[in-house]
T-cell receptor, first 109, second 113 residues
């Protein structure tokens, strides 16, 4: 079993749609959680950290369920520019970041 | 400001040759990471340096892979006797202890023929 698992997609949605990505992790000792975004043939960039109480940044909402070892990312009012691969990232207590395979989103006009 | 830089940006080599990939982290960042990303795949952790601590080498796929970080700054990833399956994008990232955010370099695209 992979340490961080994501549905690779692709998710094809129309502009304006709401889309949600899920991620599960296996190590209950994991300390921190993040969503990164990676555009085609580019390096990953931090989208947002994920806090236990849930957090929102504009159209993006991230949630963490430690009991179920589950992380989610919700994107509202999808834009064409949201098309990318979204990487779920978990930081272990040793400081190592474990990346999920990524979920590909394609927003269509 | 200056971000993480990597060189070369592209490298084509023949099977069996050794290659060296370089990473210049953001000045002042104490943590440095190497990852490998094969086509259409996620990031595979290779090695992690944190300050003066012993590096976490648990992700290195074989003893042909090694990395060092001199003076707590620049890092070199060396692949000896390259194989075709080593072809991938090699990404370097750095971070501070405080922010945890990893800043990635543009990567080195390695192709082993």
């Amino acid at each position: 079993r992979k340490e961080v698992e994501q549905d690779p997609g692709p998710f094809n949605v129309p502009e304006g749609a709401t889309v949600a990505f899920n991620c599960t992790y296996s190590n209950s000792a994991s300390q921190s959680f993040f969503w990164y975004r990676q555009d085609c043939r580019k390096e990953p960039k931090l989208l947002m950290s994920v806090y236990s109480s849930g957090n929102e940044d504009g159209r993006f909402t991230a949630q963490l369920n430690r009991a179920s070892q589950y992380i989610s990312l919700l994107i509202r009012d999808s834009k064409l520019s949201d098309s990318a691969t979204y990487l779920c990232v978990v930081k272990s207590n040793t400081g190592k970041l474990i990346f999920g395979q990524g979920t590909t989103l394609q927003v269509k006009p | 400001g200056a971000g993480v830089s990597q060189s070369p940006s592209n490298k084509v080599t023949e099977k069996g040759k050794d290659v060296e990939l370089r990473c210049d982290p953001i000045s002042g960042h104490t943590a440095l990471y190497w990852y490998r990303q094969s086509l259409g795949q996620g990031l595979e952790f290779l090695i992690y340096f944190q300050g003066n601590s012993a590096p976490d080498k648990s992700g290195l796929p074989s003893d042909r892979f090694s990395a060092e970080r001199t003076g707590g700054s620049v890092s070199t990833l060396t692949i000896q006797r390259t194989q075709q399956e080593d072809s991938a994008v090699y990404l370097c990232a750095s971070s501070t202890m405080l922010t945890e955010t990893q800043y990635f370099g543009p990567g080195t695209r390695l192709l082993v023929l």
